[in-house]
């Protein structure tokens, strides 16, 4: 099975822009996790879909945003970039329905300047 | 005080020695990870356990629910083992809450 894949993998964008991630899941795995990673916060949580809900949402401004297609296929927006936002965003998969191990895929690294 | 903690932050090791990271929590949780970081960001789950000690190759993982308290061990380490070891714990709100991690690195 081909793992999980992020595009893109390296973005540059400009303070006040918006970004659109985009995250497609080992085949068959229904749930899809989103995570920010910085040098001074380490990993954190941002959100959770799983069959085209948002079924769980960590601390993160409103500026951030995710949705989930029929294919499960997920992309995550944010919007008026800032340029704390910087950092490594990880998407992670696994197949739901209890059984939480998580695949993670490459990650895109976002650059605000 | 993080609610996930884990040491030691930086390890240094010789080929061939047994190293151990540990990770303490201070909430109640469903399951706990490790997960390992090569440079370039990629990441890769080792273990997930709620109980006990599950074993993968040279890798070790263990959990005592009652201490709140996970260790992960390396037999025989070598240098490919070089790499960011992570703790995550999944809470009963089921979000997973992330150890700033163990840097290793092991010299021939």
């Known amino acids: 099975k081909a793992g999980v894949t992020q595009t893109p993998r390296y973005l540059i964008k400009t303070r006040g822009q918006q970004v659109t991630l985009s995250c497609s899941p080992i085949?068959?795995?229904?749930?899809v996790s989103w995570y920010q990673q910085t040098p001074g916060q380490g990993l954190q949580f941002l959100f959770e879909?799983?069959?085209?809900?948002?079924?769980n949402k960590g601390n993160f401004p409103g500026r951030f945003s995710g949705r989930q297609f029929s294919n499960s296929r997920s992309e995550m927006n944010v919007s008026t970039l800032e340029l704390g936002d910087s950092a490594l965003y990880l998407c992670?998969?696994?197949?739901?329905?209890?059984?939480?191990?998580?695949?993670f895929g490459p990650g895109t690294r976002l650059t605000v300047t | 005080k993080n609610e996930v903690e884990q040491s030691p932050q930086n390890l240094t090791a010789q080929e061939g020695e047994f190293i151990t990271i540990n990770c303490s929590y201070s909430v109640g949780i469903s399951a706990l990870h490790w997960l390992q970081q090569h440079p370039g960001g990629g990441i890769v789950s080792l273990f997930m356990l709620s109980s006990g000690k599950k074993k993968h190759g040279r890798l070790i993982a263990t959990i005592n629910i009652q201490e709140k308290h996970s260790s992960l061990h390396i037999t025989a380490s070598h240098p490919r083992d070089s790499a960011v070891y992570i703790c995550a714990v999944r809470s009963y709100s089921d979000k997973l809450i992330f150890g700033t991690g163990t840097r290793l690195q092991v010299f021939p």
């Open positions: 879909y799983f069959s085209e809900t948002q079924r």
């Open positions: 992670a998969s696994s197949p739901g329905q209890g059984r939480t191990e998580q695949y």
């Open positions: 085949s068959g795995h229904r749930s």
